[in-house]
């Protein structure tokens, strides 16, 4: 390329060029339209001052501002109802439906996989490790925790519990006491997530995990023990 | 579902503020919230509008959509956008005409993706600042009026009292320039 072509690139991006300049840009760019990758390289170039100025941390606050401004979204259970309208008004016959169902289950599989790699490759993510016993020997769970979630992660030897039966994971301090962070039955993605658990696992006073079978969510384990966690 | 980390990509991240995840949201603030200030602050010189500025630039992104993947990178957008409004909000405070409509519809230009958007933020200010710090300190001069204050070639000329001739030479030199030291990387 020569300086004149060069220069007719560079007024183009800074938007300086004369109308002479510009009937001479349009007969080497009809002659030559390979131009336009060059120009693009050059924009580029320009748009890369961005980085060229010292780089200032923004206030704190500035990240909640931001996210305080969230739109408001349907929520998934709203898609549910709507969902639910449309099967039970005969838009989809049995076998869609069957698909349907299918493909959601593949969906959320693939979700909650994606959730559990990311839950992983953050460095601040802390886990522990359970095994079965008794009804659940051979189960292994890992809870997962950080930036505020609890993921339990179990394999299909954990049986589900017995009808009116939940399984409660349960935070054993140093001092003994035990602390119930959340109920849940395994499902069939072999993840259960909590958003906002009643306790979180990786407090600091925490020293192991485990899981027994309760009636519901108690403020002390009355039923028996399930899967025992390594010391943390 | 919860499902991004630090090292979701730009576009995954953008796909999760489309459906409202406040955490894909987050996750990009961290990633471009400081270069995005700094550019604000830079063309603005005044810490509360860079902060408004910095406010508007992503409650845009997530607002109003106005990102078209298949047009550039989000870095790219969100500087292009936090320039344009900045010098936008520049010109009005200094009661000059207001940027003609030239940002328009699509507010950013195209530009090249590749080995530049490869590399994190961090590493293309260091780039883009140790190509800065080879040109002489007139041409950085040229540069800076152009790009973060957004004047006009004839409003340098009679900013630097230099002919209008001059000016434009000088400053395609420098740009000419500036893309050589950074030839391999874009």
């Not at chain 1, 390979?34 to 120009?39: D, G, K, N, V």
């Not at chain 1, 072999?190 to 899981?211: D, E, S």
């Not at chain 2, 940027?99 to 699509?106: S, V």
Request: glycine share 8%; hydrophobic share 40%.
């Amino acid at each position: 390329m020569n300086d004149s072509t060069e220069e007719l690139l560079a007024g183009l991006v800074l938007q300086d060029l004369s109308a002479q300049e510009w009937e001479e840009w349009e007969t080497q760019m009809a002659n030559d339209p390979a131009l336009a990758q060059e120009l693009t390289a050059l924009h580029t170039v320009w748009h890369s001052l961005a980085y060229g100025c010292e780089a200032v941390a923004p206030p704190p606050s500035l990240k909640q501002k931001i996210l305080a401004t969230a739109p408001a979204r349907p929520r998934p259970w709203l898609w549910g109802i709507a969902a639910l309208g449309i099967l039970s008004s005969g838009g989809l016959g049995a076998w869609g439906w069957f698909n349907a169902q299918q493909l959601r289950l593949a969906q959320r599989e693939l979700q909650v996989q994606r959730e559990v790699v990311a839950a992983l490759q953050n460095r601040d993510t802390q886990m522990v490790t359970l095994t079965g016993r008794d009804t659940a020997k051979g189960a292994t769970a890992r809870v997962l925790t950080g930036q505020g979630e609890v993921l339990v992660v179990f394999n299909q030897k954990l049986p589900k519990p017995p009808k009116d039966q939940v399984y409660v994971l349960w935070a054993i301090t140093k001092d003994g006491k035990k602390i119930a962070c959340g109920k849940f039955i395994p499902n069939e993605t072999g993840v259960i997530r909590w958003a906002n658990p009643r306790f979180m696992p990786n407090a600091p006073n925490v020293q192991t995990l485990a899981i027994t079978q309760e009636p519901d969510l108690r403020d002390a384990p009355t039923g028996p023990m399930v899967m025992g966690g390594s010391a943390i | 579902m919860n499902f991004f980390s630090p090292s979701s990509t730009d576009q995954e991240l953008f796909q999760g503020i489309q459906q409202g995840k406040s955490r894909a949201m987050a996750l990009l603030y961290e990633r471009y919230g400081t270069l995005v200030y700094s550019l604000a602050l830079r063309v603005l010189q005044q810490p509360q509008e860079a902060e408004d500025l910095t406010q508007e630039v992503f409650t845009t992104l997530w607002h109003k959509g106005g990102y078209n993947p298949q047009r550039g990178s989000v870095a790219t957008y969100l500087t292009t956008l936090t320039r344009s409004r900045g010098i936008d909000r520049l010109r009005m405070r200094q009661a000059r005409l207001r940027l003609a409509q030239r940002w328009g519809a699509g507010e950013w230009m195209p530009v090249a993706g590749g080995l530049w958007e490869q590399v994190s933020v961090q590493e293309r200010q260091e780039r883009v600042q140790a190509a800065l710090s080879q040109l002489e300190a007139e041409q950085r001069h040229l540069l800076e009026l152009a790009y973060y204050q957004g004047l006009t070639q004839a409003q340098i000329a009679e900013q630097l009292n230099l002919p209008l001739g001059t000016v434009k030479t000088r400053t395609r030199a420098v740009l000419l320039k500036l893309r050589k030291l950074l030839q391999d990387q874009i």
